[in-house]
C-alpha cells in the first residue's frame, strides 16, 4: 500500500518528475526473487513412471513480487529464513539459501508490512518458508490445502499467523481475481496437493503463468511426468491439460518455478518485467 511513498523516498528527486514517472509506469509489474536452490538427489521421484531413475538435478526455488497499482502480492515464499547463508541436507534434497526475501524487497524500498497479499502455490516447506515474515498480509492459499496446514505439523509452523487465526486468510475454492480487475488471477489447479494454485499475471507485455508446481521443469510438459508424491494422478493430468490450454489460448509465457532456466526468462531483479 506504500509503494508509491517507498518509491519516491528510494528515488530521492523532486516530485514533478516523480509523478511523471509514475503515470508512464505501467500498472503491473512483475519482479523475480531468489528464494533458494535444491539439488535433488534422486530425480526418480519426479515420475512415478520410472523416467527419471537414477537421475540428478539442481533445481531452484523461486518467489516473485506482483505490483499492481499501489498494492503488492508476494507469490510463494521460498526456503525457511533461518537457511540464510547456509545449505542443509535432507530427505534427498539439499536446500541452500543466500538471502531471505525481506533484505532483496528492501533494495526496492519495502517493508514486510507493506505487503498486501502472499499467495501460495500450496503448502510444501520450499513454498512457504519464510511466509511468516509477512503477517500483516492477507493469505491466499487453496481450502483444502489449508485444512492440511491446520493440522500437519511442518506446514502448520510456518503458517502459524493464519492457522492461529490472527492474520487474515482466504480460503480458495476455485479461480480467484486477487485484486478484482481481472490483472492477477490464482488458477486452481489440484494434482500436486489437494488445493494447488498457479497464477496468471497479465502484463502489458502479455500474459504470464506461474506454474506453482504443476510442471517442476521443462521437459515434464512433453514427459507428462507426475512425481511420485503427488496427491492425485488424474487431478494432476487434468490440471496439467489445462495449464496447457490457457498458455496456449492466451499465449502466455510460461514460467516453470523450479526451472532455473525458465525463471531466467524474467528480468533479474530488481528489475522488474512489464
Ligand atoms: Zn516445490
Redesign the pocket.
Known sequence: MKWVGALSVLLSVPAGPIAAAEAARPAVELYRLDCGT?AVKNLGEFSDTYLYSGETKT?V?SCYLIRNGEQLLLWDTGLDGDLAGTSKDSDGYVNSLKERIVPQLSRIGLKPDDIDFIGL??Y?F??IGQAADFPEATLLIGKKDFDVAKVWKPAQARLAPWVSGRSKVRELTGDSDVFGDGKVTVLSLPGHTEGHQALLVRLASGPVLLSG?QY?FADQIKNRGVPAFNTDRAETLASMDRFDRIAENLHAKIII??DPADVAKLPIFPQAAR
Open positions: 535444491i533445481l526455488a502455490s500450496h510444501h520450499d513454498h508446481d517442476h518455478q523450479h
